[in-house]
């Protein structure tokens, strides 16, 4: 059997994704009998070969130099894949886009500054070129990766059943951490993660983006029944779901 | 003439080594941070307190347990809340399992190669399989408790300002034990195969500055206190210490005491705790016959193998001091918050992050965040590997321009840079200073 030659890439982010597929391959070493890397940094895998079967891209992209090399890869691999939270909806540092950026770097580091810092607009890689698989959650969850690779190799189609984090935690027999007075995005966000923020008692923050279903005009109304103000619910919107805030009526 | 590395493999994040080299001999040494900026200062004012462990541990894939407990430990101070002695100890333990877990990245998948010469993750597993297999299943174990106690391996969950968001049961906490338990004898002779393959034969004399938190223990959580060699120092005094400067090639500052070069990490801790280590490890210690205090970069991975040994000895124990406790109650932050929300304050901690001292400080208001500033160990340590890697360098004749880069690069990869970290928090003093 011919190996897939995948290569891993990361932008702005935290590395952790990649920490996940080494967590994946370190589990199921029997894996490297399928794929081969020609590029996977944080494990010494270098060769200069761009052309690939499938690129994996974590992070996201922040600057120009970032989305020139997020095209070059489009253009070299036949299957385009991001992970995480950061390469599928921009990450935590998407809340940048509600900061001056430029008056930010520039108070923070002078005039200067602003041509040897470079920061733009921070983009999830979809908004740049066409990707083919996207499994979001920060991190990823191993159990997905290692569903999509397999699925790769056996030529299968890999999809993220469309239900929420909230019905996931039902399923647990959960309390409502709503009704504890906590601002939890469960109803809004996409599962697969098995609930595991809300299942050990805190806020879920929406780091798996939307589920397609999801309602965000009622959402605000039970929340702001509950008691929490417009101003907290946007807040939180603002770390991981910019994309729904368009979607609220304004009325 | 100037040699400059392609972008590192084998360290996390993007950086870049330049050597300048002038009549045969090195002239200048500097490593280029490449990492995207992400401005996380930026984002981090104006954000609600309970989210800032939640959003800081997000800077790190690596530790990001490092800076989500030492942003509680920072915000507990700002708030004034004082936390129960078991929330303390169980923290100590979090800590030094994301220790170990972030040790076995470092020691067996990226610095190891250079030791064995091989260049990927592959060829180690062709020609140390076994030993790789050993220490990953160690962390498949540690990562499977930190989510059983935390929610997740990468990021905690649950670490909020008081304690933890969720009751720890004490079933959880003898799950724990056991498994660390059985785990104790498998690392010590997992080590004893590795440490021959990173023995260093070579002479290497540099004197110098070190530096770590300090307790009563080997501490990585627990203490207020750091020692700069044997001069000891508030934590709140250390930003009077250590100055930092930005240099333009660089997404990452630097940091110096007085001007001065120092270390932070497995070394400069064992250099300062080494008479507070588990028996076990005071035993490998003396089969290594290590003369300390050391800086020299290469025995950073045979550092951080007594610390495995170390840490896994030491949560047994804690664990054993945790039996009278029957469970760690879960914090309300809803009554926190009510009783706290109009107040002001300033907060600053250190932690023994894998890679050395981490520190984080917040000013707050009204119960949101409206400073920040936080010193990672990378950007610590830069300046000491520009230093080493010159000094260690300068006493080769350059002839092969090959060999003097792989040297260079090996000891680059020794000190575990983290280029996220060092690059998120570039701006957070600078910040600081404008305002």
């Not at chain 2, 040699?3 to 994040?13: A, M, P, Q, T």
Request: proline share 3%; net charge positive.
């Amino acid at each position: 059997m011919k190996k897939i030659i995948v290569n891993f890439y990361s932008l702005a982010g935290c590395e952790g994704c990649a920490v996940q597929l080494l967590n994946l391959i370190t589990k199921r070493l029997d894996l490297l009998q399928y794929i081969e890397f020609n590029q996977f940094r944080l494990i010494g895998f270098n060769k200069e070969v761009n052309e690939c079967d499938v690129a994996i891209i974590d992070g996201s992209i922040v600057n120009r130099e970032n989305e020139e090399k997020v095209i070059s890869i489009r253009k070299n691999a036949k299957t385009l894949i991001a992970i995480g939270s950061c390469a599928t909806l921009g990450g935590v540092q998407l809340a940048t886009r509600f900061i001056d950026i430029r008056k930010a770097i520039e108070k923070v580091y002078g005039k200067n500054a602003l041509s040897t810092i470079r920061f733009n607009r921070v983009k999830p890689i979809n908004e740049v070129v066409n990707v083919d698989y996207e499994i979001p959650g920060c991190p990823v969850e191993i159990y997905e990766l290692e569903r999509l690779l397999i699925e790769l190799i056996s030529n299968a189609e890999f999809r993220i059943l469309q239900k929420s984090v909230c019905f996931e935690c039902k399923l647990r027999e959960n309390a409502c951490l709503l009704d504890k007075g906590i601002l939890c995005l469960g109803p809004l966000t996409l599962g697969g993660c098995n609930a595991k923020c809300p299942s050990i008692g805190a806020a879920c923050y929406g780091c798996r983006g939307t589920f397609e279903d999801h309602e965000i005009n009622e959402f605000i109304k039970i929340a702001m029944n509950k008691g929490f103000s417009i101003d907290e619910i946007l807040n939180k919107l603002k770390i991981f779901m910019e994309e729904v805030i368009k979607e609220i009526d304004n009325k | 003439m100037i040699i400059s590395s392609k972008e590192l493999v084998r360290i996390e994040g993007h950086g870049k080594l330049i050597i300048e080299i002038e009549n045969g001999k090195v002239k200048d040494v500097k490593f280029r941070v490449l990492e995207p900026p992400r401005l996380f200062e930026a984002f981090l004012i104006g954000r609600n307190i309970e989210e800032v462990p939640y959003i800081s541990s997000k800077i790190c894939g690596l530790c990001g347990y490092s800076h989500a407990l030492c942003s509680v430990k920072a915000l507990e101070k700002a708030l004034k809340i004082e936390v129960p002695i078991e929330v303390k100890v169980l923290r100590e333990i979090i800590e030094m399992m994301s220790v170990i877990s972030s040790h076995i990245i470092h020691i067996f998948a990226l610095s190891l190669p250079d030791f064995i010469n091989v260049n990927n993750f592959s060829e180690l597993l062709a020609k140390n399989g076994e030993i790789i297999k050993e220490a990953f299943s160690l962390k498949q174990e540690i990562d499977y408790l930190l989510r059983k106690v935390c929610g997740d391996s990468i990021h905690p969950i649950n670490l909020i300002p008081g304690g933890f968001s969720s009751k720890i049961t004490m079933e959880k906490l003898n799950e724990l034990r056991g498994k660390i338990e059985k785990w104790i004898f498998k690392a010590s002779s997992l080590a004893n195969k590795v440490y021959p393959l990173l023995k260093v034969d070579e002479e290497f004399r540099r004197s110098g500055l070190y530096a770590s938190l300090i307790s009563k223990e080997y501490t990585f959580y627990i203490g207020d206190m750091i020692s700069i060699n044997n001069e000891k120092i508030e934590v709140s005094n250390f930003k009077s210490k250590v100055n930092e400067k930005f240099s333009s090639d660089s997404t990452s500052k630097k940091a110096f005491i007085h001007g001065k070069n120092f270390m932070v990490g497995a070394l400069a801790r064992l250099n300062l705790n080494n008479d507070k280590l588990s028996s076990r490890a005071k035993e490998m210690l003396r089969e290594l016959k290590l003369k300390l205090p050391s800086l020299n970069p290469k025995l950073i991975p045979l550092a951080q193998l007594i610390e495995i040994i170390h840490c896994l000895e030491k949560i047994l124990e804690y664990l054993n001091e945790l039996k009278s406790v029957k469970y760690i109650r879960e914090v309300d932050l809803t009554t926190i918050k009510e009783v706290k929300k109009k107040n002001y304050g300033v907060g600053m901690a250190i932690i023994e992050a894998p890679r050395g001292i981490l520190y984080h400080e917040y000013e707050i208001r009204d119960w949101k965040i409206i400073r920040t500033d936080i010193i990672t160990p990378t950007v610590q340590n830069i300046p000491d590997i520009e230093s080493s890697v010159k000094t260690i360098l300068s006493q080769y004749e350059i002839n092969d321009l090959n060999k003097v880069k792989k040297h260079a690069e090996t000891i680059v990869r020794c000190y575990d840079p983290c280029l996220s970290c060092s690059t998120h928090v570039v701006i957070v003093s600078q910040r600081h200073k404008v305002n």
